[in-house]
DNA sequence: TTGGGTGCAAAGGCTTTGCATGTGA
DNA sequence: TCACATGCAAAGCCTTTGCACCCAA
């Protein structure tokens, strides 16, 4: 997408950053790369393809800085790794509820899914425990379609 | 609780493992700090007032089997440190849906409130998308009473 | 020109692991 | 007794930082 390119370009500019080829190869790549959570590891790997003499120091912090701004969201999955990807909602639309996501506990993937139905709890809890509720994250885990389907064969198939 | 402590010594020796004072000494300190959400350091620097020479590794290695036997839940704030909590729900009841949390971005405090509104979406999930969730974790991002009222009494103070 | 950006390597910080010693059953 | 558990220190691993060089503006 151009679009979000220029728009990246435009918000570097406006906050006195440099537009450097390191900085748009990384939005490149995980531009590519929709709902693929990618690690700041796989992100190098994924530039230099394009970029071989980027540093892996570079890609931290233009994460970093991807972050700072809003164009990309940081993920956790809990394996050790800092996940990101571009920002579902964009700049453009109201930031703070965006998708969620599905993780299978067997392969390790990532599903994501749009919906907010968590408004009306957090408008409880704002009542009830006087918490202020800017943003919230939530992970499903359980197991996607084609481990289910794997694990339903090996179970017709050695009985355990 | 007592009764915690009896049911982790079963567990323990129903799995062959040995009951040992520092095993018994870490959960005693997650006990003692209900909703409290200690780091590995912070249960060290804990369980050190009563066993002094206890090793940071042991620590580490008896939480992890605690998470394991299901007897703590961890937890991720993504602030770099992995914190571990009492399960609330316990072994005896549906451990798949337990309490949430409350992450106040100025103070850092956490709190914890109960209640499943999510049965209806993850209903809605496993028929749309055939993902079987097993788990979730849900946190909400915000500002406590506190931190609201101190920044009520700052923005009345100095109008910025 | 020039101050921010980059690459490289070293350092940081949390967590895990190897190994000899200790200890519960 | 003896296999499991512990303590200590070293190693691992992801991420950040220091510093000299580079380059977009």
Redesign the interface.
């Known amino acids: 997408m151009p679009d979000n390119q220029e728009r990246f370009k435009n918000v570097l500019k406006q906050n006195g950053l440099k537009v450097t080829t390191q900085r748009i190869s990384i939005l490149e790549a995980l531009e590519s790369r929709p709902d693929k959570h990618l690690t700041a590891e796989e992100i190098y790997e994924c530039v230099k393809e394009n970029s071989p003499d980027i540093g892996l120091a570079t890609v931290y912090r233009t994460i970093q800085l991807l972050a700072e701004l809003n164009l990309i969201d940081?993920l956790?999955l809990?394996d050790g790794y800092v996940r990101y990807e571009i920002g579902h909602s964009g700049a453009n639309e109201d930031s703070t509820h965006h998708h969620h996501h599905?993780i299978?506990?067997n392969c390790g993937s990532v599903?994501t899914?749009q919906?907010d139905?968590?408004e009306?709890?957090?408008e409880?809890?704002q009542n009830a425990?006087?918490?202020?509720?800017?943003?919230?994250?939530?992970?499903?885990?359980?197991?996607?379609?084609e481990c289910?389907e794997a694990r339903i064969e090996k179970h017709n198939n050695t009985n355990c």
Chains 1, 2 share one sequence.
């Open positions: 940081k956790n809990g599905l299978c506990l599903l899914f919906g139905l968590l009306a709890l957090e409880r809890i425990l006087e918490f202020e509720v800017v943003d919230h994250e939530v992970k499903l885990f359980g197991y996607c379609k289910r």
